[in-house]
């Protein structure tokens, strides 16, 4: 069975920094995609950033850039994102997603709330 656990979210104040994990486990995931997503109160799920497996190539949307960084540990099944300078807009539900399609979204975690005041 394949499992996505997040770790790391939380409340901090604007300009402060999180680092969120994602661990995978039931499947090795060398060969898949993988993602952060992020849900705001009322709004539709987005993509923050991802990797692809093939080319590592990092992908970030345009709000994070420069802010946001994503790591990932093929050997541990993990994947990080790096956050700073986080500004109250951040604030969301943060996903992880695996999978082989770009952006992935076969399988999914259940989230880690961050809250970023002001």
């Known amino acids: 069975q394949v499992q996505l656990v997040e770790s790391g979210g939380g409340l901090v104040q604007a300009g402060g920094s999180l680092r969120l994990s994602c661990v995978v486990s039931?499947?090795?995931?060398?060969?898949?995609?993988m993602a952060w997503f992020r849900q705001a109160p009322g709004k539709e799920r987005e993509f923050v950033a991802g990797?692809?497996?093939?080319?590592?190539?990092?992908y970030y949307t345009d709000s994070v850039k420069g802010r946001f960084t994503m790591s990932r540990d093929y050997n541990k099944n993990t994947v990080d994102l790096q956050m700073n300078s986080l500004k109250p807009e951040d604030t969301a539900v943060y996903y992880c997603a695996v999978g082989n399609a770009w952006p992935p979204n076969d399988y999914w975690g259940q989230g880690t709330e961050v809250t970023v005041s002001s």
């Open positions: 039931g499947r090795t995931f060398s060969r898949y995609n």
């Open positions: 990797v692809r497996w093939n080319s590592g190539t990092r």
